[in-house]
């Protein structure tokens, strides 16, 4: 999850140019491909929750979060992130 969201800091810093221009994290979505017996999705997503908190701290950094379990993702991904920005 920390590896995804890296990812989704390139694409903000591309896009925007600056993670600066980034107000707050308002939502994360983790999905996580597991088994119908696996119950820690909450713990991988940490992963990603915990460097957004890093990046913009604990007020702006923190939003609403959701960690899920999935029987599959599209081309058998570990986790996919869904996050939403408010941007200045």
Known sequence: ARQTGLAILAT???G?????????????LGMVNSTPDFGEQP?????????FAKVWGE???????SAV??????GNIAVEIEAIFEIE
């Open 12 to 14: 903000l810093q591309a």
């Open 69 to 74: 379990g999935m029987g599959a993702l599209p």
């Open 59 to 65: 007020d702006a950094g923190v939003g609403a979060r």
């Open 43 to 51: 713990a991988v997503i940490n992963g990603c929750s915990e460097l």
């Open 16 to 28: 925007l140019g600056s993670l600066d221009r980034v107000k707050r994290v308002i939502k994360v």
